[in-house]
């Protein structure tokens, strides 16, 4: 079979319903040299495309949608990092959408689209656009599951030259092709996924880029895991095998997301696409916050302004959906402990001369400021409770200084742990009236009263 033959059997993945296996190579995938088609490293978003499909709201609003590019175009301060966004292009909103977000004029994100694969789609596009999209991306679902029983294809062959119609109409009318692999890590690699490629390749003069799509967030970040699984292998054998641009778009089916698409970078994607707070189907996409997060670690800050992600943060929260509290980055309590232990190393990393203890980063370097870094609850130690009565007495309420040392203290954590223990019931054989709600610090200061109340009667008697 020549490199350009497609395989005419077909391959499945079938794990009848059970969690899909992979297999261990012999060897780890290789990391191919930098170049051109590799570096620099960039971002993709696709909130507003995949992310808009998230099954916990009906809809992102329109208005929204123009402040999030706005802050996008913020948080990317000029460096081009965050190369573009995608829309579609099918409904009244989405044409209103689309023509105020080219009226921005930014360079970057640069704005692009989602069309369905077809000549006639492509031919609208440059209607409605006016010629202004440079770029946009189109299907070529290349597993199996796809070709045949979702598309219902006869053959790989036709379904390779159905993709290509439309890719080629993209290119005559001065458009990229951002050609979505669909279901590359249950595709036939070297019998479907290589042999279209090198022909797209050929009839667009390379004209084109490639988005890696886990489709079903199988993909593994391991190297040493084998095809078609292991992205590290899956990314470097098509880098190897084509030379050509390739980018990750990753789902979080398995928890990897994030992980997969910092292995696709490593390994010969030019870019990773995500989504904020990895909004999508199902369990979502790979999260911009996390991606750009470790983006920084491994490669260095190009120069993004990250601490707007607090701004996004609200702005979704308020005009979308609730961000989830323990959400890596962006959380509202990422950066909030209950118990004792942790408190107290909390407490005293301010004036560690090693630095932080218990958070791995400043709140601050990412908008976050005079965060709430403890919850009083069963597991609370005395530290916690201290600080959280120091900042209750901080915004304006009450004139003491507490600490360790304060019998008063010693009183309220007595009190909070009295709550908790509730009372065992004999004849139920289990406990009973015991606390499950975390203390407010309105509650913590009403036992400071109380302590004071008893102090007072016990002095004068």
């Known amino acids: 079979m020549t490199k350009d033959a497609i395989n005419p059997e077909r391959k499945y993945f079938n794990f009848r319903g059970g969690l899909p296996s992979w297999q261990m190579a012999a060897a780890p995938a290789s990391i191919p040299a930098p170049g051109p088609a590799t570096h620099p490293k960039l971002i993709t978003d696709t909130t507003l495309r995949d ?24 948080l990317d301060n000029g460096t081009g990092t965050i190369e573009s966004i995608e829309v579609f292009i099918y409904q009244k909103r989405d044409l209103w959408t689309l ?13 692009t689209t989602w069309t369905r694969a077809t000549p006639k789609d492509i031919r609208e596009l440059v209607k409605v656009s006016a010629g202004r999209i440079k770029e946009t991306g189109m299907l070529a679902s290349s597993s199996d ?8 294809f006869r053959s790989k062959e036709e379904a390779a030259e159905r993709y290509l ?15 979505h692999l669909e279901d590359a ?5 070297e019998g479907f996924v290589i042999p279209f490629i090198h022909r797209v390749m050929a009839e667009t003069g390379g004209r084109c880029h490639f988005r890696i799509c886990d489709t079903l967030g199988a993909g593994i970040p391991d190297p040493m895991a084998d095809l078609p699984f292991g ?23 398995f928890g990897n997301a994030t992980a997969n698409s910092m292995a696709a970078l490593r390994y010969g994607c030019k870019r990773a696409n995500v989504t904020f707070a990895g909004f999508g189907e199902r369990t979502g996409n790979a999260a911009l916050e996390q991606v750009l997060a470790n983006y920084i670690r ?4 190009p120069g993004l302004k990250i601490e707007v992600l607090a701004d996004i943060t609200r702005l979704i929260g308020l005009e979308v959906a609730p961000v989830p509290e323990q959400q890596p980055i962006i959380g509202g309590r990422i950066y909030t402990t209950q118990a004792g232990l942790h408190q107290t190393g909390v407490q005293r990393q301010t004036e560690a001369p090693g630095g932080l203890i218990y958070l791995p980063f400043d709140p601050t370097m990412l908008g976050r400021h005079n965060e709430i870094m403890h919850r009083i609850g069963s597991l ?7 600080s959280v009565l120091n900042r209750y007495r901080a915004s304006g309420e009450g004139d003491h200084v507490f600490s360790q040392t304060s019998r008063l203290v010693k009183y309220v954590y007595d009190r909070v742990h009295e709550a908790y223990d509730g009372c065992y019931d004999t004849e139920q054989g289990c406990y009973l009236g015991y606390r499950t709600t975390f203390f407010e610090p309105e509650e913590l200061a009403r036992l400071v009263v109380e302590y004071e109340l008893q102090h007072r009667r016990s002095s004068a008697d």
Not at 99 to 111: F, M, N, S, T
Not at 145 to 152: A, V
Not at 185 to 189: E, I, K, L, N, P
């Open 99 to 111: 023509e105020k977000l080219l009226e921005r004029g930014y360079d970057y994100p640069r704005v």
């Open 298 to 301: 491994e490669y260095g800050n």
């Open 145 to 152: 599951h796809h070709i045949f029983d979702r598309l219902g």
């Open 231 to 253: 992205i590290p292998r899956l990314v470097s054998r098509l880098y190897e095998s084509t030379g050509t641009e390739l980018e990750f778009h990753g789902h979080d089916d």
């Open 185 to 189: 890590t249950r595709a036939d690699v």
């Open 165 to 179: 119609a439309p890719i080629l109409t993209a290119c005559e009318n001065d458009i990229t092709p951002r050609i």
């Open 51 to 74: 992310g808009a499909q998230d099954p916990c709201f009906a809809i992102f609003p329109n208005e929204t949608k123009l402040k999030y590019f706005d802050l996008l175009h913020e």
């Open 380 to 386: 609370s130690g005395i530290d916690g409770i201290i």
